[in-house]
């Protein structure tokens, strides 16, 4: 039985750490409860929740119907690869204007399935209610996790390692917020991010992966709440950092800034043993057509440091771009 | 394994019977899909979600911060009652404006968790995320039911049986609708629901129970659902009805049609072979401190039919008040 996750730095937690303070930190048969991407419960049974809601995490202009679906369904998902979990069932909420309630939300629901469907689970339930406005939707997730990859495993001499590119899916965003079609590479990583749910299993079958999360917030941010979970300092190395070329279009500072800080990457974030992971590289990139890069180490000490042409500067959790907002 | 529960009547399901039968009927490790209370994987896990829109399902004018979250907790876990199973842990997605960012959402929010704690469950997560502007809230609960009591059992023969009095929230949201303050009882039965999660255990271990759900929406349509789902008939004896007093305040047709239709209620109807829960009436008012009642019974055939000073008159789901609303 583990105890509350340390949430990571900054006062937008402020929040959930004053109402998850209030909680016993144990309870019979839960094995981690929250803080990380999922809860444990005994017996490796892994469960996150996922909300959506319309003009905060995605506009309809951005985005059709089962493309809202399929990415509130793999935000969730993603929750289950940052465990390394097998995903096992799903279930939707959505809230939807009454003007809504026919053909468009069918598609959204379409949307849920076939991302469900793709992760190999099962929607199993849900409900369905009127929504005065916005469109809302919660996606729960379970899966099976024999064991879990945790947040707080990092260990002092650990290195730090990203699946894929960074950054396109900020690129996106970015681009409709300025009125701008965004590229179709930068498009697509946001309207239908791929969970990396098989890649979290192999990985952590083949080596010793000591620590994990999902990169939803942006690495600038998700690896502060990896250094805060296990009570390391977590160095980050600008020039190693995997950036999307649908991000680079503006130069290298606003690259990195997207990779850093754009957020919305389903992409994984993980520590392992020094030497253990670099062996795997060319079999990983074989077998899912994803990069693996090593782009930070595990140090004695508390927080993140971005280490970038021979300076280094302490990064703080800005990728959280909604006031107190995060899972708990 | 079973395959999806047949919906209960009416255009209310339309869009709900339009998704879920693009699904498959049936998944490896899921004992029970969309239709019922929960659904139920292997193992006896029965998960429920339950999602609650401020203006759809609560006004703030109506309720403190801490009804609204212990409302919303309890209408979760009045599902995990309706399968009589033994709750184990809760997840609850926040949605809220960024102006209630503070106390607010922590005082919702411990509304949530001292229902799912009184439940004898434990808040192990959830989301915190912003919305433009009304409270969501999306709560999921996890139960174990061995066995599970679901919808699609009854038999003709079977004895029809509520647990409670009926008609009190909706007689305190009628009141509330008129402008009017509702009396303390109505308005409690609507603010503090007390899911029935020690009586569906304990009606479940002492009788042959065939089939069970909660009254979300009102007797008039649930029954419905049951009978539907259990492919029978079903007659309501509308002068067995327990109305709460609370909804007698103005004649007998009124206290019927809250009862009938009013929703809201976290009681239990249930349905049990003839003979076999009378025997139980008084020892589980002793226990529970709530009356046991008969009101109807099972026949072949399909469909609900209210029994009324010698007349008989088929209802159908007007319990939905909003659109295609419903859990699945």
Same mark, same amino acid.
């Given at each position: 039985?583990?105890?509350?996750?340390?949430?990571?730095? &900054? %006062?937008?937690?402020?929040?959930?750490?004053?109402? #998850? =303070?209030?909680?016993?930190?144990? +309870?019979?048969? !839960? *094995? @981690? $409860?929250?803080?990380?991407?999922?809860?444990?419960?005994?017996?490796?049974?892994?469960?996150?929740?996922?909300?959506?809601?319309?003009?905060?995490?995605?506009?309809?202009?951005?985005?059709?119907?089962?493309?809202?679906?399929?990415?509130?369904?793999?935000?969730?998902?993603?929750?289950?690869?940052?465990?390394?979990?097998?995903?096992?069932?799903?279930?939707?909420?959505?809230?939807?204007?009454?003007?809504?309630? &026919? %053909?468009?939300?069918?598609?959204?629901?379409?949307? #849920? =399935?076939?991302?469900?469907?793709? +992760?190999?689970? !099962? *929607? @199993? $339930?849900?409900?369905?209610?009127?929504?005065?406005?916005?469109?809302?939707?919660?996606?729960?997730?379970?899966?099976?996790?024999?064991?879990?990859?945790?947040?707080?495993?990092?260990?002092?001499?650990?290195?730090?390692?990203?699946?894929?590119?960074?950054?396109?899916?900020?690129?996106?965003?970015?681009?409709?917020?300025?009125?701008?079609?965004?590229?179709?590479?930068?498009?697509?990583?946001?309207?239908?991010?791929?969970?990396?749910?098989?890649?979290?299993?192999?990985?952590?079958?083949?080596?010793?992966?000591? +620590?994990?999360?999902? *990169?939803?917030?942006?690495?600038?941010?998700?690896?502060?709440?990896?250094?805060?979970?296990?009570?390391?300092?977590?160095?980050?190395?600008?020039?190693?950092?995997?950036?999307?070329?649908?991000?680079?279009?503006?130069?290298?500072?606003?690259?990195?800034?997207?990779?850093?800080?754009?957020?919305?990457?389903?992409?994984?974030?993980?520590?392992?043993?020094?030497?253990?992971?670099?062996?795997?590289?060319?079999?990983?990139?074989?077998?899912?057509?994803?990069?693996?890069?090593?782009?930070?180490?595990?140090?004695?000490?508390?927080?993140?440091?971005? *280490?970038?042409?021979?300076?280094?500067?302490?990064?703080?959790?800005?990728?959280?771009?909604?006031?107190?907002?995060?899972?708990?």
């Amino acid at each position: 039985v583990v105890g509350p996750t340390p949430l990571g730095p &900054g %006062a937008e937690f402020d929040l959930i750490r004053r109402f #998850v =303070a209030r909680f016993p930190a144990v +309870a019979a048969g !839960v *094995l @981690v $409860g929250p803080g990380d991407d999922c809860a444990i419960l005994e017996g490796g049974l892994a469960i996150s929740t996922d909300m959506s809601v319309e003009d905060v995490h995605f506009r309809r202009a951005w985005l059709a119907p089962r493309e809202i679906g399929w990415r509130a369904a793999a935000s969730a998902l993603s929750d289950l690869a940052a465990v390394a979990a097998s995903p096992i069932a799903a279930l939707v909420s959505l809230g939807a204007p009454e003007s809504d309630a &026919g %053909a468009y939300s069918v598609e959204v629901m379409e949307g #849920v =399935a076939a991302a469900v469907t793709a +992760a190999g689970a !099962v *929607l @199993v $339930g849900g409900d369905l209610v009127r929504s005065p406005a916005a469109l809302v939707l919660d996606v729960v997730v379970l899966g099976r996790a024999e064991p879990p990859v945790l947040r707080s495993g990092a260990r002092p001499g650990d290195e730090l390692w990203v699946t894929g590119r960074l950054g396109a899916a900020g690129a996106a965003v970015r681009d409709w917020s300025e009125g701008r079609t965004p590229a179709a590479e930068a498009r697509a990583a946001f309207a239908r991010p791929v969970p990396r749910i098989a890649e979290a299993r192999w990985l952590a079958d083949r080596a010793p992966v000591s +620590a994990m999360l999902d *990169l939803s917030d942006g690495i600038g941010s998700d690896a502060g709440h990896l250094a805060a979970a296990s009570r390391v300092a977590i160095e980050l190395l600008a020039a190693s950092i995997p950036v999307h070329p649908a991000a680079a279009d503006r130069g290298a500072d606003e690259a990195l800034r997207l990779a850093l800080d754009g957020g919305e990457d389903s992409e994984l974030c993980f520590t392992a043993p020094a030497g253990t992971v670099g062996p795997l590289q060319a079999s990983f990139r074989e077998r899912f057509g994803l990069p693996l890069t090593r782009v930070g180490g595990v140090r004695d000490g508390r927080g993140l440091t971005l *280490l970038r042409e021979g300076r280094a500067s302490p990064l703080r959790a800005s990728g959280f771009r909604h006031f107190h907002e995060g899972a708990w």
